[in-house]
């Protein structure tokens, strides 16, 4: 049995089980095999056109990855959150694009509704959400309303039974293929964080469209669109928590994103490590193979060693998470750490594949480009200091 102490918040010391369970294995098996058969063939292929992959959606809810540490009697898959990181990193190691797309199914929609919403919400926007028969998104970020998540001003006002919503979103993944989104609006301005009230808005709500898809840079399958509200009226009975919860909601729903995310950035990493780990066995210099020159192996000791501690604070924030108690601190860290590993790897693969590392010919060039936004979305890497340290003052 492997076991380590953790001390928590600087008071609590308890034990993390890092020895997967027999069921953890298996699933990771399993995602591994239909990772290598079913998404790594389309990688390139979505990379380069940009399509959201629907039809590898509807097979990955068959797997039961749309809902994977949602209670079974609520549609999912009935498993913990270490084995939902064990999914997302298996799904990235393939498609970056896919591995995101199930993070937001899974951490950013069904999750809050999981965990805030009412018997009868879970029966609408739960259940088939995690059950994949439905696409869902998160939808807090606008154009003047990034990393201060307090200053949206896409309004909601109550009129009667509904809401009367105003303004636009912005880098919205999934937000291009969603059924349903999460749409975090203020309510009351005046009240600053506690003005923010989440509603779920439906596909085909009068008022609400899908704005311009962006063009980006990596993870470019992910639907990745404006969501604009014009006069769009949702019932009250969409709101999740109370009027004025939307922040807390919003906030406490990001500490698992970045858990996910933090495995995204290991997947992406594991892959671009695995091919520069192949290429170096391969590629002849000077008559020999460049895995046995010592710069070489010291980059692949480097990448190994970095890949591997990532891993352990994804698994302990994960295992914290499950617990039930507080795991902000433990996702920014996982998160902040894995997003900039995630990218350190991705630039020695390049460095060791040479010429061939900046060609589309070769995986590493995208690995690079879609580990870049893993420091970025979801808090960038100057925000989870800020989350870390504050945890860190507090103790």
Known sequence: MQNFNVCLAGRELQTVDLELTEEQRLLQKSVREFAESEVRPLAKELDETGHFPRALFKKTAGLGLTGVAVPEAEGGAGFDHVAYTIVIEEISRCCASTGV????????FCDPIHRFGTEEQKK?????????????????????????AAALQTRAL?????????GTKAWITNGGAADAAIAYVNTDPAKGEKGITALVVEKGTPGFKVGKEEKKLGINATACSELVFTDCE?????RIGNEGE??????????G???????????????????????SQERMAFGHPISQ??????????????????RLLIRKAAWKQDTGARFSMEASIAKLFASEMSTRVAHQAIQIHG????????????????????????????????VISSWVLKS
């Open 234 to 238: 949702v019932p009250v009975t969409n």
């Open 355 to 386: 010429g061939n590392g900046y060609s589309r010919e070769y995986p590493v060039e995208r690995n690079y480009r879609d580990a870049r936004i893993t420091e970025i979305y979801e808090g960038t890497s100057e925000i989870q200091r800020l």
């Open 124 to 148: 609408k926007f739960l259940v088939p959400y995690a059950r994949g028969e439905k696409i869902g998104c998160y939808a807090l970020t606008e154009p003047q309303a990034g990393s201060n």
């Open 257 to 279: 994103g970045r858990i996910g995310i933090a495995a995204q950035a290991t997947g992406i990493a594991q892959c671009a490590f695995e091919a520069a780990l192949k290429y």
């Open 293 to 310: 020159f010592q710069a070489i192996q010291f980059m692949l000791a480097d990448m190994a060693t970095e890949i591997d501690a990532t």
């Open 158 to 166: 109550k009129k009667g039974d509904k809401y009367v919503i105003n």
């Open 101 to 108: 797309i199930l993070s937001v199914q899974n951490s950013l």
């Open 246 to 255: 939307g922040y807390k909601v919003a906030l406490s729903t990001l500490d």
